[in-house]
C-alpha cells in the first residue's frame, strides 16, 4: 500500500454523517492546508456510504476503506490504524478524531505542535476533555463513570479518541491486542509516553448522534475490561481486607462491652467480602475470553481521492 509524503495524517471512523463530515473536511482544510492525507473508515453505511466527492470538493487526498459489515466505532478505528501504522514514515504524524465536528479541528496545530516540539520525548498527545455542553444528568453520570472507573482500575481515563500520534507511537498501539475494545483506555494502558492539551468538546456540526444511553454504558465498561488484570487483582485485596476486619471484628464481638455493634460490622464486612469474592468470579468468567481482532478481509472496497492538480480551483 503506497501513501502520501504528506506529514500530517488523519484517521476517523465514519457512519450515514455526510453533511457533518462535509463540513468537518472543509475545516481540516482551512486548519492543515492541503498537506494532509485523510484516511476514512466507512463502517458499512447503508444509506449515507461516504464517497469521493465528499474529500474532492474539500480539496484533500485520501481514502476510504468501506466494510462489508457494520463492526462498531471502536473496531473501525482499530482497522483504520492496523491498516496505516505499518506504512508510517518517521516524520509523520497521525490525528485519531470523530468525524461529527465534536473533536474541533481548531485544536489539532495545538495537538501537532505539542508532540512537534517535544522533540521524540513523548509519543502522543492527546485531547484531555475540558468543558463539555451537556446537560446535568449526562454530566453527572460521567462523573459518576469516572469515579467508577478510577476505584477499578486505579488510573484516571480523562481523554477519548481525539489524539495525535507520532509514527513510533501509532506502529506501538496498533500492536496492542485491547485496541478494537476501547482505543483511550488501551493507549493508558500502554507504556507510551502521553503529553496531555486541554480541549473543550465542541457541538456536532450537523444531526443527531447516533449513541445512545446503553451503547454509551457499553462503551465505559469496555475500558474497564482493557484493565481487567488490574480489576481483578483489586477486588482480590479488597475480598482480603474486608475478610480479615471481619476476623477482628468477630473477636471483638467476644468481648463485654461493645459487642452488638461489632457484631453488626462483622457481619458487614462478611457481605462485602462475599460480594467481592462473587464478583470476582463472575469477572473472571465474563473477561476470559479473547478480544476481538480487526480483520483486513472487513474491507470490501478501497477509494482513493488524489490531491487536486497544482492550478485547479478548489469548490466553493
Known sequence: ?????????????????TRACQLL??????????????????DCSPQQPLTASALADAGLP???????????????????????????QPQQQLVLMDSDGEDAPEAIPGLLAQLSQSAGAIDAVVAARGRRRERWTFVACYRAYQLLFRLSTGRV??????????????????????LPVHMAASLLASDLRLGRHTVDRAQRYAGVSKMNLSALVG????????????VLQRLRHAALLLAGLAAVLAWLSTGQSGSGMALFGFW??????????????????KLASSYPQPDMAMVAATIDVPAPAAGQRRPE
Open 157 to 178: 481515563l480523562d481523554f477519548g479518541n481525539f489524539m495525535v500520534l507520532s509514527a513510533s507511537g501509532a506502529q506501538a498501539l496498533a500492536a496492542r491486542p485491547s
Open 62 to 88: 485520501g481514502r476510504i476503506l468501506r466494510l462489508r459489515r457494520n463492526a462498531g466505532h471502536q473496531q473501525a478505528l482499530a482497522l483504520g490504524l492496523q491498516y496505516l501504522a505499518p506504512h508510517l
Open 268 to 285: 458487614g464486612c462478611s457481605a462485602l467480602a462475599l460480594l467481592c469474592v462473587l464478583l470476582y468470579g463472575l469477572l473472571a468468567w
Open 219 to 230: 462503551h465505559g465498561l469496555r475500558a474497564i475490561r482493557v484493565f481487567k488484570t488490574r
Open 25 to 42: 473536511l472543509q475545516a481540516l482544510r482551512a486548519q492543515l492546508g492541503p498537506d494532509c492525507f485523510v484516511l476514512f473508515v466507512d
Open 1 to 17: 500500500m503506497l501513501l502520501p509524503t504528506a506529514k500530517t495524517l488523519v484517521l476517523m471512523p465514519y457512519y450515514e454523517d
